[in-house]
């Protein structure tokens, strides 16, 4: 099988890299072009390790093939601090230790982006089942969701 | 002299004692005493064993001093997760 | 090192929420796991693993994988030689099959090429011929005299006659009368239990970077709890001196003791060896659930005796745990611990750990206890609900305390249980009404914490900062409350202090992060690293005022004289004082090596409400409030995080994780999907309440916390089901098909 050569859009920047056809997404993000922000937790789609975006929708990067990426736009947990200034979500995580180990933080950051995306203003239930796809075994979920209410309300400028 | 504590599974090493008496002033001398005065402790002893001195759990402190009063219990060298 | 007797001390940072050093990396991508590491001319490496549960093997033939384009190394069992050491042994054996495979997923050869794809192409070149042999799973099938045998001669000298050769050891222990003790009950229960086995669930699957070079050297990247213990197995292993192999622990994505010991590690070492090359090697969730540590699986019985007014006159269990195909020493924990909350006259435990083809065990939290302490307090619940008695009263009446001869020996000195209990009975929690197929359980908890050997080196800057090296992996947040307890120590602000984990050249040998021993441990150690700069500190400054040593005293981040009669000199800072180290003598340190000791138990109680809906068996979860002593909490954050992390995972133990095995012996759920760990819709929020009854042997009277949270659920929720639908489960999971079951059957 020869490899294929495309081009994409990845956090805003132009880039180009070559795969297999049959290599993943998330193999490509991480192995072609150093972006190991998103991870492998399961290779299967059970855990949310590897979440992205792919033209603004949520998806498990170790479900999309890297050839999919061709003239799409690809968001990662690297695109969303602006410069040194982190994103409310990523600040949020940190000041009310929404992290332990970290490995679930980037899908769960861009998850829950996704999310208040959609909905500026989810409930708690609302929060809970939208992160029901990405796994975390250190935290219990309490200050995760905790973190998103309040970087939520910070978003609304409530 | 120090009074130990022998848990359920050794006593059959002291003839069903629950608690024996050696002359030891620190935990290393206390196991080297009790290999030698009871044999059937050496394989144990060897495996690795913990002592509780005052309630308090030491590994593997050889040099721990005992005192003729403290409670002295051995124990199963312990791991964690 | 024994608790400061400044004990009405008021703490300026311990006990604080200051942001985590390693958060921005988190929250951005950029922290380097296992797998994120990469170096030049790197092989990926691949492991071809049994079909079978248990089989002979008679040949392995690599020829035509080593011919295949792009392979550069392969590696089986007959590239090992034989450790001395027999635990060392097993782990190897463990990494790479010796003649035999022992469990379904046991590694049996490894190669290393070029490219991902073309070592999977080469693992399937491979050609092993297997001898099936017959397999057992089951830990009472294992013991019956007539089981397969799994390994031979592996019985210890304390095992009783009667049980096949795949008991490998037996334990007791206790004290008193038990039937002086059952003859003074007013009502006896006696229940069998069986739990099934479950996994860590780390998010992050074992990976690492290994790189050998020609000279003999070796460097390893990995994922683990503890690089030094990797150092001392792999070194042996390899057959290398220790200062000849290099390991750095990446950050780690969740381990909760099942990254406490190799699998892969030496099998990259090998290919690396071999190939002359960089080799990485990266387990799948798949080989994750399969060839990794999970927890024994138990079957359990246990007899205590009560009086109508709820003393408990007798306590009695028999543990059976099977620990995959090496012998392990884990019943002897749950023996310890299944009693250790209740003061008791008359009690005994016997375990006996047992060989079964199924992979070798490793930690998970407090291994060993939460499924003895689960048959325990499910029939402690039963007997309140025969005698109609409240549950916390009957744990207050019955609870260990100052003063108390454990189950496991030694006399308690002063700990938490009580006040746990009474902080739960003065919880709303307790008093919230409950509507139809609603019930509400509670359980003790109960977990030793360990000390262990600790290297800190502290080192203050020439601006006056200061840097902390430890050797610890930081899995909980512990690099924070270093920071603080430094921080405190010295009187400078806690983002003066920056503390980061070395590699095994950097430091003197460390105990894994294991038993809830980091804060308690490192801590320690940091605070008397902290303690001997300022002794430094204080001589330079003496030198520089011309006074005594002792007439200089720290305070507040300063070098001060220690009264009006040792002279009116003006303090200096700690940035003074740096900034004129070469001067007074040059840099400016404090060490502190330890095999720390005096750790204190962490004793915790979990309250939950949960609805069972009779048309599905499905448990949901209504309210949940987990109650722990902390012994002083240097992180609340910290410690709040643990003790709902460890409750989460207690849950998904008791409501849905098992490891299902076929009657072939093969693993049936090795995924996420089948192995259903608790995900957010699951739970409502998990409400801590920390309690603080300071550990005598530790300055700021820190108990380790990471371990006992994980031992209360499972009965805390088999209590509850029971109150909620009328109904009482002897095993675990109460997953829904089980529950529907069982309420069907009762009509």
């Known amino acids: 099988m020869r490899n294929l050569h495309i081009s994409t859009s990845v956090n805003g920047d132009q880039t180009e890299f070559v795969c297999a056809p049959d290599e993943t997404l998330l193999d490509v993000l991480r192995n072609r072009l150093g972006l190991t922000g998103a991870k492998e937790g399961c290779g299967t789609g059970d855990c949310g390790a590897c979440s992205v975006t792919l033209n603004g929708r949520l998806v498990c990067s170790c479900l999309v093939l890297g050839v999919e990426a061709e003239g799409a736009e690809i968001g990662t947990v690297e695109g969303l601090a602006m410069g040194d200034h982190l994103h409310p979500l990523q600040r949020n995580f940190i000041d009310h230790a929404a992290l332990q180990c970290g490995i679930c933080t980037p899908g769960i950051l861009v998850a829950a982006k996704a999310l208040l995306e959609k909905n500026p203003n989810p409930t708690d239930e609302e929060i809970r089942y939208w992160l029901a796809g990405n796994l975390c075994r250190c935290t219990g979920y309490d200050k995760i969701i905790k973190a998103v209410q309040i970087a939520a309300a910070e978003m609304r400028g409530a | ?81 | 090192m024994a608790l400061d007797s400044k004990m009405n001390r008021v703490f300026k940072v311990v006990g604080t929420r200051p942001p985590r050093p390693d958060g921005v990396e988190k929250v951005t991508g950029r922290a380097m796991y296992g797998a994120d590491a990469t170096a030049p001319g790197m092989l990926v490496g691949r492991i071809l693993r049994s079909p079978h549960a248990h089989a002979i093997i008679k040949s392995i033939d690599v020829s035509a994988a080593e011919a295949l384009k792009g392979v550069k190394a392969v590696v089986t069992a007959a590239d090992f030689g034989v450790p001395d050491d027999l635990s060392i042994r097993d782990v190897q054996d463990n990494c790479m099959a010796q003649g035999k495979a022992l469990y379904h997923g046991h590694a049996v050869a490894a190669v290393a090429a070029n490219t991902a794809a073309i070592a999977s192409q080469a693992l399937k070149l491979i050609k092993v011929r297997y001898e099936v042999l017959p397999h057992v799973t089951d830990v009472d099938e294992a013991m019956r005299p007539g089981a397969p045998i799994v390994q031979e001669g592996r019985a210890l000298e304390n095992v009783a006659a009667g049980f096949s050769e795949n008991v490998t050891s037996q334990c007791e222990f206790g004290h008193g009368d038990l039937e002086v003790g059952f003859a003074k009950a007013d009502k006896v229960i006696e229940r069998s239990f069986t739990t099934a086995a479950t996994h860590q669930g780390y998010i992050e699957p074992h990976a690492c970077l290994a790189s050998m070079s020609p000279d003999g050297k070796g460097d390893l990247w990995c994922c683990t709890q503890g690089q030094f213990q990797v150092r001392t197995l792999c070194a042996e292993i390899m057959g290398m001196d220790a200062s000849q192999l290099r390991v750095t622990a990446s950050e780690i994505g969740g381990g909760f003791g099942g990254k406490t010991t190799v699998f892969i590690e030496p099998v990259a070492l090998a290919l690396s060896r071999k190939s002359g090359r960089p080799v990485k090697i990266v387990m799948t969730r798949d080989e994750v659930f399969k060839a990794t540590g999970p927890t024994v699986s138990s079957s359990m019985d246990v007899k205590i005796g009560m009086t109508n007014d709820g003393r408990i006159t007798a306590a009695q269990a028999q543990l059976r745990y099977q620990g995959g195909a090496f012998p392990c020493g884990t019943v002897e924990m749950g023996a310890q611990s299944a009693f250790a909350c209740y003061n008791l006259d008359a009690v005994h435990t016997v375990g006996w750990n047992v060989l079964t083809n199924r992979p070798k065990e490793a930690a998970y939290r407090a291994p060993g206890a939460p499924m003895a302490i689960y048959a325990v307090e499910s029939v402690v619940d039963e007997l309140c609900q025969e005698l109609g008695l409240d549950p916390l009263n009957v744990r207050l009446k019955n609870a260990s305390t100052k003063g108390t001869k454990s189950s496991y020996g030694p006399t308690f000195d002063d700990i938490g249980l009580r006040a746990t209990l009474e902080a739960a009975k003065a919880h709303p929690h307790c008093s919230a009404p409950l509507g139809p197929n609603q019930g509400r359980g509670l359980s003790c908890g109960f977990w030793f914490n360990f000390g262990g050997n600790t290297c800190v080196s502290l080192n203050i800057n020439t601006d006056g900062t200061v840097g902390i090296t430890e050797g610890n992996p930081d899995i909980g947040g512990s690099r924070a409350a270093i920071s603080q307890m430094a921080a405190e120590e010295l009187g400078v602000p806690y983002d003066k202090v920056r503390t980061i984990i070395a590699d095994t050249n950097s430091l003197g040998y460390n105990d894994v992060t294991d038993g809830s021993r980091v804060t308690f441990s490192v801590g320690l150690a940091t605070i008397e690293a902290a303690r001997n700069a300022i002794k430094v500190m204080c001589g330079r400054v003496a030198k520089i005022w011309g006074i005594d040593e002792d007439a200089v005293i720290w305070e507040d981040g300063c070098a001060k004289p220690s009264g009006a009669n040792a002279g009116d000199f003006t303090p200096m800072s700690i940035e003074e004082i740096a900034a004129i180290s070469s001067n007074t003598g040059g840099p400016i340190a404090g060490h502190f090596e330890v095999n720390a000791d005096g750790a204190g138990v962490s004793f915790g109680v979990h309250l939950a409400d949960v609805e069972v809906d009779p048309e599905t068996g499905a448990t949901k979860i209504l309210r949940y409030t987990v109650f722990q002593d902390a012994g002083k909490a240097v992180h609340p954050d910290y410690v709040e995080g643990q003790m709902q992390g460890g409750a989460v995972q207690g849950i998904g133990w008791a409501l849905n994780e098992e490891y299902i095995y076929g009657k072939d012996g093969l693993l049936q759920n090795a995924g996420f999907l089948d192995y259903r760990v608790p995900v957010a819709s699951d739970l409502p929020n998990i409400e801590t309440v920390i309690l603080e009854i300071p550990n005598p042997g530790h300055p700021y009277g820190v108990r380790g916390v990471g371990e006992t949270p994980i031992v209360p659920p499972l009965a805390t929720l088999s209590n509850a089901v029971a109150r909620a639908i009328g109904i009482r489960l002897f095993e675990l999971p109460m997953s829904p098909p089980k529950l529907l079951k069982a309420i069907r059957q009762k009509g």
């Open chain 2, 1 to 81: 002299m120090v009074k130990v504590t022998i848990w359920g599974s050794l006593r059959s090493a002291t003839d069903g004692q629950v608690e024996v008496e050696v002359d030891a002033r620190n935990f290393k001398e206390l196991l080297d005493r009790l290999a030698t005065e009871y044999p059937g402790l050496k394989p144990q002893i060897e495996r690795g064993v913990s002592l509780a001195l005052d309630g308090k759990i030491y590994r593997e402190a050889w040099f721990t001093e005992i005192g003729p009063k403290s409670e002295v219990v051995l124990m199963p060298y312990m791991t964690g997760g």
